[in-house]
């Protein structure tokens, strides 16, 4: 006869929000949050040929200052893109950019190229190494981008968000 037993059920490990940040891996976070860092100065800087201070106009939040959004660490919010830094539950940072199809429908998808090649130039790695190509997600789906930048305007500036616009060039 044979006999079969119970398997016991494994101790369950108390579930924690912290990540244990090895060197390595604040080495890379580091590295991903230059990136958006650049990402976000190349969008600012590409707003700064329209005419309109609406299109110039642009939403920063800091999540950090927010408990709520452990995960969330930045955002740059305009008509055109949202560009988000964000951290998995691993501890590893990623940038996420939205674009709204309607704006690109409307000024044509030159802008959001220029952009998308900046991303890519400043998370593509230089020596044959991963480095921080994984960190980079374009997110290919329309997202509605220009109603999240009017709620996150008309709710104004808080502690958490401010709220900018890109100075167009002093013509000589």
């Known amino acids: 006869m044979v006999t079969k037993t119970k398997k016991q059920p494994k101790a369950q490990q108390p579930k924690t929000n912290y990540v244990m940040l ?19 100065q190349k969008a600012t800087e590409l707003m700064k040929k329209f005419e309109l201070s609406k299109y110039r106009t642009y939403v920063e939040v800091d999540h950090t200052k927010n408990p709520q959004n ?59 190494t991963i480095g921080i190509e994984y960190a980079l997600r374009v997110q290919f789906t329309d997202y509605d981008v220009h109603n999240y930048f009017y709620r996150l305007t008309f ?12 100075e167009r060039p002093v013509e000589a």
């Not at 580091?30 to 976000?40: C, E, F, G, L």
């Not at 305009?78 to 429908?105: M, Q, R, V």
Request: overall charge negative.
């Open 22 to 40: 090895t060197p390595e891996l604040q080495h890379n976070n580091d590295a991903v949050m230059k990136a958006y860092t650049k990402i976000v």
């Open 70 to 128: 452990a995960q969330y660490v930045a955002e740059f919010v305009c008509h055109f893109w949202n560009i988000t830094l964000s951290n998995s539950k691993e501890g590893k940072s990623y940038i996420f950019i939205n674009y709204d199809s309607a704006f690109i429908e409307k000024f044509g998808s030159n802008l959001t190229n220029q952009l998308l090649r900046e991303a890519y130039r400043v998370t593509n790695s230089e020596d044959g």
């Open 155 to 166: 709710e104004g500036e808080t502690d958490i968000i401010s709220i900018g616009c890109a």
